[in-house]
T-cell receptor, first 114, second 111 residues
Framework: NAGVTQTPKFQVLKTGQSMTLQCAQDMNHNSMYWYRQDPGMGLRLIYYSASEGTTDKGEVPNGYNVSRLNKREFSLRLESAAPSQTSVYFC?????????????FGPGTRLTVT | GQQLNQSPQSMFIQEGEDVSMNCTSSSIFNTWLWYKQDPGEGPVLLIALYKAGELTSNGRLTAQFGITRKDSFLNISASIPSDVGIYFCAGRQGGSEKLVFGKGTKLTVNP
């Protein structure tokens, strides 16, 4: 089991460029999440998907879009990157069945927007 | 939005010492989770707690779900250098799909 995988690991964008961060999990989990982590701010939820075919906004959704492609994959898109989106992005997944709500995280994507 | 107050923010200890940290909220939670994050890595789940009063161990780590359901505690016994990192608490309220995270406790262990 690879768990949760994310690509790319590092990315540098210029202001206004677009990109898609990819996330996949092989644990047959129902729910998937995208977070950003900034110094002193902890982990903040951007979007989540409780099940295949559904997505919902989290705490900081502005400037992002998501797609739950299938049960395994959940992508995060920046349409027009801004310096304020420089951050470390983590994808997570959760069983969300049988009363199990723990989330398992990927290794992260370190994004710099210049 | 909902916040978890995690303390202390940082700790500097000697190898072999025991460590205690906690997480508190003004609201009730149904699930408490503890994670550790090493530099440049994603958070790794250490312990999950699902019942008030529950005490669960994972090696030298022990976590408790507070009786009031508004707090949780993590203890590390006989710390070693590889315990260095940031420890996060997270909680889930009933009916929610989402976790609320604390801002972390940064642990430094001096050999």
């Amino acid at each position: 089991n690879a768990g949760v995988t994310q690509t790319p690991k590092f990315q540098v964008l210029k202001t206004g460029q677009s990109m898609t961060l990819q996330c996949a999990q092989d644990m047959n989990h129902n729910s998937m999440y995208w977070y950003r982590q900034d110094p002193g701010m902890g982990l903040r939820l951007i979007y989540y998907s409780a099940s295949e075919g559904t997505t919902d906004k989290g705490e900081v959704p502005n400037g992002y879009n998501v797609s739950r492609l299938n049960k395994r994959e959940f992508s995060l898109r920046l349409e027009s990157a801004a310096p304020s989106q420089t951050s470390v992005y983590f994808c997570a997944s959760s069983p969300r069945t049988g009363g199990l709500y723990e989330q398992y995280f990927g290794p992260g994507t370190r994004l710099t927007v210049t | 939005g909902q916040q978890l107050n995690q303390s202390p923010q940082s700790m500097f200890i000697q190898e072999g010492e025991d460590v205690s940290m906690n997480c508190t909220s003004s609201s009730i939670f149904n699930t408490w989770l503890w994670y550790k994050q090493d530099p440049g890595e994603g958070p790794v789940l250490l312990i999950a707690l699902y019942k008030a009063g529950e005490l669960t161990s994972n090696g030298r780590l022990t976590a408790q779900f507070g009786i009031t359901r508004k707090d949780s505690f993590l203890n590390i016994s006989a710390s070693i250098p590889s315990d260095v990192g940031i420890y996060f608490c997270a909680g889930r309220q009933g009916g929610s799909e989402k976790l609320v995270f604390g801002k972390g406790t940064k642990l430094t262990v001096n050999p």
